[in-house]
Each structure stands twice: as structure tokens, then as C-alpha cells.
């Protein structure tokens, strides 16, 4: 698979100032196979460990960090040479090993020559109680499922994939009934790499599901094994509930939708959670469209996303034949869907603070404020062709400075004060 993220690790090898980098994501979106890929690519050698299968390893941190001492150990378990510059160290699933974090300062302080990459789950980095995190001596790198463009290049589709990084919209055009056959597609499919290697490999619709089923089924074995035994049922609460909140029309997040009588306060820590899990996303609310839109957040107004589309439509059950023919019986989940990608596209795209809009007293709404740098774009999707844009048009009567764009499956356009460009040209290089 090609992921996006190799050009930032090769920017990482090659940085002066490279400190030990910590690999970050959900359990299961393919951490351990982009290092691997990584060091395989660029590395003459690489040695692998892993502290959750290497109960031995798990204790090496625990009297002495000193760097060189820990070098000879995992020469020692690995049978391998580790070369200064040339051989790539994979430090996998660390937060296993207690003072494994911690060990990482000194390896930046006192031996910079190693090349380390450290990963492990956002959920166990997130609470390792027992150890300090090495603030300012690490750098970071998180890893989200295939984007679109991705997955168009996993499955052969690498002609179309480059057509749309080079947005000839007329090329573009003529293909529309493919791409949106390959958008639905991936729609069901989504990004977890065993999903889609499994498509790749001639599995059967049935068989990907089975596949995204046991994914959940990992993440809620997770939430039972890292968190405190008296928030895990709020926690799988809270998180059931994102799909049936994402179907309504207003996907603002509703406490009381997760059962009668919840409030915030009861489920603030499971929401915590599964934010630190790299599960779900939370998208805030913003009352103004100035810089900087983190000024005028509304911290009560929230939508949560999860982090993948194909998980979305697992965890509800949506039937391969009703997204990819397209079927009216899914006019409720549509909007979610498209949303959904919508954000997944865009928070794949590091550099994008990302939150959405609503008027104050009136039904307006823009699904998606965007800043990027100095730059604002106000964003509304919409799952089909439909092309009333009355909550963006108010958006622009009241704040005519951001860019505004509209996502849906027309062709692309720009208006006077407007572009619209189709759903499936939305990649995660790319923002007008």
C-alpha cells in the first residue's frame, strides 16, 4: 500500500535536528507495517521489537535507561548489528514497557545518532500513569485509515488517483461514473488496512465486514483492558451512540441521545477516552469566522465522528447492496456517510484545524470551518447532486471573508462566490 505519510518520515531520516519519533494512531489503521515499510525502503538494516508479544523485553527499561546499554539488549534479543544511520529501530508497541517513553529523551540527550521510530496505540501512549513523557525530545507523527487517494491506489486505480492530484476537472469529468462507483465502494470498504488489503485480495463483500466487525470488537476488548473499570460502560455507551447521532439531521452531539436523562458530566471521562483512543473525532462548534477560529469556539456545541467510514456503516449494519447500488433505503445515513469522509479527508491533513458553524438564532449551519495558516474556508457537503446551498449563503451574508465551498457529487464549478467540486476530488493534499 502507499500511504502519504513515507514523504514526512523520509523528511524525518533526513532532518538535522531528528529526535526519536513517536508513531502514533487507532490500534489497527497499520503503524507497524508503515515502519517496517519505511525501514525497508530506506534503511540498509532494521531491527524490530515488540514489547507487547516480548514479555522478556517489557522490564529492560526498568533500572537503567542509559542509551548504549539498551542498544547492546536489543542487539542481543534481535541477533542483529544496530548500525548508527543505517539501521532503522522499531520500538513497537512501547507503551508496554514501563520507562520504554521516558528511555527516549536520553536516547535524544546522549545518543542522537540512532534512528528510532517508537509506536504504540494512541489509547496506551495516552495513559501511561507509571512513566513521564519526554516533552520536547520527541517528535510526533499520527496516522490515520486510507484516505481516498489512497485507497485508489491500493486497488490498481493508481491512473485515476493521479488524475485527481492533478484536478484536470474536465478529464476528471468524463470519468464521473467510475469515480462515483469507487466512492461508494469505499464508502463500505473504508480504510483499515486489513479491510482493504482483504479487497484487494478478491475477498468477498460479507468477508470485509467480518473483518470491520472483529476490528470493533478489538477496540471494545481495548476500552475494557485500558480504562477504569467504572466508566467502560459509559464509555461503549458513548460510542454506539455517534452512529444514530450522525444519521439525525442536526449532528450536533445530544448527552440525552445516549440514553434518557445523561448529562455531560457523566460521560466527560468516556468521551476523554475515546478522544485519546484516536476513536472518535470531536469537531466544535465556532460562533464567529475570524482568525483565530480557536478564539470563538463554543465548547458545548460538538459533533463526534468516528475514525473510520467503513467502521460508520459496520457498526449500523448497512448492507453492501444498499450503498453500492445507491438505494433510496439509505436517504438517512447518506448525509452521514458523505460528512464523515468528508472529515476523514480532512483531518488526515495535519496542518488543518478543522470545526464547524452555526447561527446563533436561526437553523443555518456549515458543516465544516477549516483554517489553514491565515486562510478560512467555510464548508457544506451534501451527499448527492443537490445544489441549494441556503445555510452557506447566509454564512456568506454575515462573513463574506472566508472561502466557501460546497461538496457534493456535481461537477466542479466556481461561482461568484462559490466553488463546488465533487466529493470524490476531496483529498487530503489538497484544499482550495
Known amino acids: 500500500m502507499e500511504r502519504s505519510v513515507i514523504t514526512s518520515l523520509v523528511s524525518w531520516k533526513e532532518s538535522p535536528g531528528r529526535k526519536p519519533l513517536v508513531l502514533r494512531g ?10 517496517e515499510e519505511f525501514g525497508r525502503l530506506n534503511y540498509q538494516s532494521t531491527v524490530y521489537i515488540n514489547f507487547e508479544k516480548n514479555k522478556r523485553m517489557q522490564g529492560i527499561f526498568a533500572e537503567d535507561l542509559d542509551p548504549h546499554r539498551l542498544i547492546e539488549a536489543f542487539q542481543i534479543e534481535s541477533k542483529e548489528i544496530i548500525h548508527r544511520g543505517t539501521t532503522l529501530l522499531i520500538l513497537d508497541e512501547i507503551q508496554e514497557a514501563p520507562g520504554g517513553l521516558t528511555a ?11 534512528h528510532i521510530i517508537a509506536a504504540g496505540s494512541l489509547l496506551g501512549l495516552a495513559h501511561q500513569v507509571h512513566q513521564s513523557y519526554p516533552v520536547g525530545k520527541v517528535q510526533h507523527l499520527n496516522l490515520y485509515p486510507l484516505s481516498f487517494r489512497e485507497y485508489l491506489h491500493a486497488i490498481a486505480e493508481k491512473e485515476l488517483a493521479t488524475l485527481l492530484e492533478r484536478q484536470d476537472w474536465d478529464l476528471i469529468r468524463q470519468f464521473k461514473t467510475r469515480f462515483i462507483q469507487l466512492l461508494r ?4 470498504i473504508g480504510g483499515m488496512p486489513e479491510a482493504v488489503q482483504a479487497f484487494v485480495d478478491r475477498a468477498t463483500y460479507w468477508d470485509i465486514r467480518e473483518i470491520q466487525k472483529n476490528i470493533l470488537i478489538a477496540y471494545q476488548q481495548d476500552m475494557s ?3 477504569p473499570a467504572e466508566i467502560v460502560q459509559r464509555i461503549r455507551l458513548l460510542w454506539d451512540s455517534i452512529p444514530g447521532q450522525l444519521a439525525r439531521e442536526n449532528r450536533k452531539f445530544v448527552y440525552s441521545h445516549i440514553k434518557a436523562g445523561a448529562r455531560a458530566r457523566e460521560y466527560e471521562l468516556a468521551m476523554l477516552w475515546l478522544l485519546d483512543a484516536g476513536l472518535v473525532y470531536r469537531i466544535n462548534r465556532v460562533k464567529n ?4 477560529l480557536k478564539s470563538y469556539v463554543d465548547e458545548s456545541a460538538f459533533k463526534l465522528f468516528i475514525l473510520d467510514v ?3 456503516g459496520a457498526m449500523v449494519d448497512l448492507d453492501s447492496s444498499v450503498l453500492l447500488e445507491a438505494n433510496n433505503i439509505l436517504r438517512e445515513y447518506k448525509g452521514s456517510l458523505a460528512e464523515q469522509y468528508v472529515l476523514q479527508e480532512l483531518i488526515s491533513n495535519q496542518d ?9 438564532r436561526s437553523q443555518a449551519e456549515v458543516d465544516f470551518m477549516v483554517q489553514d495558516g491565515s486562510s478560512i474556508t467555510a464548508i457544506e457537503v451534501k451527499a448527492e447532486e443537490n445544489l441549494r446551498s441556503k445555510s452557506l449563503k447566509s454564512f456568506h451574508e454575515r462573513f463574506p471573508g472566508p472561502a466557501c465551498l460546497r461538496i457534493s457529487m456535481s461537477d466542479y464549478r466556481e461561482e461568484d462566490w462559490l466553488t463546488n467540486r465533487p466529493l ?9
Open 26 to 35: 487507532a490500534r489497527q489503521v497499520g503503524k507497524t507495517w508503515l515502519a
Open 104 to 114: 527516549l529523551k536520553y536516547f535524544n540527550e546522549l545518543a542522537p545518532e540512532y
Open 185 to 188: 465502494q469505499y464508502y463500505y
Open 225 to 227: 483492558k485500558h480504562a
Open 289 to 292: 469566522a475570524r482568525l483565530p
Open 310 to 312: 467503513g467502521l460508520l
Open 352 to 360: 488543518l484545524s478543522i470545526y464547524y458553524w452555526s447561527a446563533d
Open 424 to 432: 470524490y476530488t476531496i483529498t487530503n493534499q489538497q484544499m482550495p
